[in-house]
T-cell receptor, first 117, second 109 residues
């Protein structure tokens, strides 16, 4: 079974530029998450999708971050314009079933490491 | 949301030693997982353990939900066990999994 796929693995940009990350979850997984992990910290949830609907985006900085999952499968996370403090690893995860059933083990992709200069 | 505390923050072991990592939650949780983040950054599921005890090889975990903590045991540690161990939990009707700050483990020869 293929795992969660993410791209690009690494990205270096200058502040005020834009960047987009892509995630393809495990086949059949209804719930998709984007986490931000700053060096030395635990992952922090940015946004959670159930199929193509947003369940939780309370910690997404909506003035510069956006995410979509139009067809309920793959997802993109965009940052525009980037700030220095956005330097982090952006992790995508998916889980089978709906979050309400609390059955879901989270499966993570390898992450996309962003450096903002 | 819930708060998650992990201890110790750092741990250095000699190969072959045993260790116990702890995770405390500020409130009851109904979804609890342990992860290992390897030196390349990949987060790997270790256990999904909202309650009870599970074992997988040299690793085992116990969650005492009523007392809001979970323990991860590593026996006969190996250098490949090095990395950061995270616990994460979800409480009540919350939809998101909240991570602790991790325990950084280094296993030396």
């Amino acid at each position: 079974e293929a795992g969660v796929a993410q791209s690009p693995r690494y990205k270096i940009i200058e502040k005020r530029q834009s960047v987009a990350f892509w995630c393809n979850p495990i086949s059949g997984h209804a719930t998709l998450y984007w986490y931000q992990q700053i060096l030395g910290q635990g992952p922090k949830l940015l946004i959670q999708f159930q199929n193509n609907g947003v369940v939780d985006d309370s910690q997404l900085p909506k003035d510069r971050f956006s995410a979509e999952r139009l067809k309920g499968v793959d997802s993109t996370l965009k940052i525009q314009p980037a700030k220095l403090e956005d330097s982090a690893v952006y992790l995508c995860a998916s889980t089978p079933g709906s979050w309400e059933k609390n059955t879901g083990e989270l499966f993570f992709g390898e992450g996309s490491r962003l450096t903002v200069l | 949301g819930i708060q998650v505390e992990q201890s110790p923050p750092d741990l250095i072991l000699q190969e072959g030693a045993n260790s116990t990592l702890r995770c405390n939650f500020s409130d009851s949780v109904n979804n609890l997982q342990w992860f290992h983040q390897n030196p390349w950054g990949q987060l790997i599921n270790l256990f999904y353990i909202p309650s009870g005890t599970k074992q997988n090889g040299r690793l085992s975990a116990t969650t005492v939900a009523t007392e809001r903590y979970s323990l991860l045991y590593i026996s006969s540690s190996q250098t490949t066990d090095s990395g950061v161990y995270f616990c994460a939990g979800r409480g009540g009707t919350a939809s998101k999994l909240t991570f602790g700050t991790g325990t950084r483990l280094q296993v030396t020869l």
